[in-house]
């Protein structure tokens, strides 16, 4: 199963959350990714997704 890696900063650059996940596909991806934002409450943060190939998922700033 490919890699995937979420990144949640605060505003000051500081790492709030660094988790690596597997995921089947990259829609399977997005949806993990989404689920662990809402699961920790960061969907209002910066945060993004990349899989291993460094394809951006998920952003939001």
């Not at 979420?6 to 996940?21: A, H, I, P």
Request: net charge negative; with cysteine; proline share 2%.
């Amino acid at each position: 199963m490919p890699l995937y890696k979420l990144t949640v900063f605060e505003n000051s650059g500081k790492k709030l959350l660094d988790e690596g996940f597997e995921a089947a596909n990259d829609g399977e991806a997005k949806t993990k990714g989404q689920e662990l934002l809402h699961k920790h409450a960061y969907e209002n943060y910066t945060y993004r997704c990349t899989s291993s190939l460094g394809q951006l998922l998920l952003f939001h700033v």
